[in-house]
């Protein structure tokens, strides 16, 4: 039977608060596990999304574009070309988009926080026009709902990536995930890649940091200014490395760049603590690459929804337990996820959970929407890229 929201809260809070309990690895596994104990997945056995061919061995069978007259390999121009990438030429790519985030200690200041608005959830109508376009009919839209105070321990793996982007100071949300290279001692942050780089044309975005299970109680003031444990409780998280899909640097608007919106930062506490954010947090959660889309048969959407009607305040979630539909804007590519969910900008990059083996696994992150009224949300298929990415940077990205 899945638990509900409130139960699943009350039952972490047994476990101690994070001014009670030791913190360390002892942590981990407890609070880790209990973010997500509630959801429940039926499993089948079949294959992964479209993504990467095999030979006859069942090893990847593609090929590295190159450069037009030789040289080091273009941008890719298909997914056989990212697929057949080597470490030389992922450390290229990162070479040549080289992530600078100086951060000066105190730069965001609990005022600043505040005012810094929902980084935009891009937006698509499924109401649009487009031959190319393979979708499912959306699902009914799901209201989100507020995560109950007091927060648990459990919440401490989810929360708000605060960067400066070229409108303003904007805000988006993340997952503390698992580091395969650093077991217990992740210091790794899943978000959406258009939370960290605007795309073909752009560039990274500036003063990223993380804030994990950011904390606004309306009622735990009591009238008085808010302080820094409050809202930071597990401190704040400088991203010292970056890396988002080369096709997301290569392309450009809402539309096949959006089954590759992914993206991870590495981070480091702004203080100087010799934690790990896992951690500082008490636990981290794995992602489920190359998972077969007939075993996601359910999606738990978290994220901190800023745009009307709501304030950025809050952490919210959407509970959708039916199989999510299918957006496809280029069919060589994984299919998107969507879900009914009514949260807004803000939210994105937040973490979509199941259950995989009785654990809780994260599987896409928020991308794209609609709005006025906000119904659905489609996040990523993380297929066989997304896994190269994020095993190259694990392994190399220091």
Not at 267 to 287: Q, W
Not at 345 to 365: A, E, M, Q, R
Not at 368 to 384: F, H, K, T
Request: charged share 20%.
């Amino acid at each position: 039977m899945r638990l509900t929201i409130r139960a699943l809260t009350t039952r972490a809070l047994a476990t101690g608060t994070p001014d009670d309990r030791p913190r360390g690895r002892r942590r981990a596994a407890p609070a880790a596990a209990a973010v997500l104990a509630a959801l429940a997945l039926t499993a089948t056995a079949c294959g992964p999304d479209n993504e990467k061919s095999t030979d006859a061995g069942g090893t990847a069978a593609a090929t590295t574009a190159a450069a037009p007259g030789g040289g080091k390999p273009a941008l890719p121009t298909s997914l056989q070309d990212v697929a057949g990438w080597k470490l030389d030429d992922w450390a290229r790519f990162i070479g040549d988009n080289a992530f600078v985030n100086e951060v000066a200690q105190g730069f965001w200041s609990i005022a600043k926080m505040e005012d810094a608005k929902g980084r935009a959830t891009p937006e698509y109508s499924h109401k649009s026009a487009g031959s190319s376009v393979q979708r499912d009919e959306p699902p009914a839209a799901i209201p989100a709902r507020p995560q109950p105070h007091p927060y648990s321990p459990a919440t401490a793996v989810v929360g708000k990536i605060f960067m400066t982007a070229p409108e303003g100071d904007s805000m988006c949300s993340g997952t503390v995930v698992s580091d395969p290279a650093n077991p217990g001692r992740s210091n790794l942050v899943y978000t959406a890649a258009h939370c960290l780089h605007d795309g073909k044309g752009g560039t990274w975005l500036k003063n990223i940091v993380f804030v994990p299970g950011y904390n606004r109680d309306g009622q735990a003031s009591r009238g008085k200014r808010y302080t820094e444990q409050q809202v930071s409780p597990y401190g704040r998280w400088t991203a010292v490395k970056a890396l988002v899909s080369p096709n997301w640097v290569k392309e450009s608007g809402v539309g096949a760049n959006s089954q590759y919106d992914y993206g991870i930062i590495r981070v480091r506490n702004e203080n100087g603590s010799g934690l790990s954010l896992e951690e500082a947090v008490g636990g981290s959660i794995p992602i489920w690459f190359n998972a077969p889309r007939e075993q996601i048969t359910s999606a738990f959407s978290y994220g901190y929804p800023a745009e009307r009607p709501f304030d950025g305040m809050e952490l919210n979630h959407c509970d959708s337990t039916i199989r999510p539909a299918k957006l496809s804007f280029d069919q060589t590519r994984p299919p998107m996820y969507v879900i009914g969910c009514t949260m807004t900008g803000g939210s994105s990059g937040g973490g979509w959970f199941i259950t995989k083996d009785g654990k809780p696994n994260l599987v896409s992150v928020n991308s794209i929407g609609n709005r006025n009224p906000s119904e659905y949300m489609a996040g990523p298929s993380l297929q066989e890229q997304a896994k190269q990415a994020f095993d190259y940077f694990s392994k190399n990205a220091k």
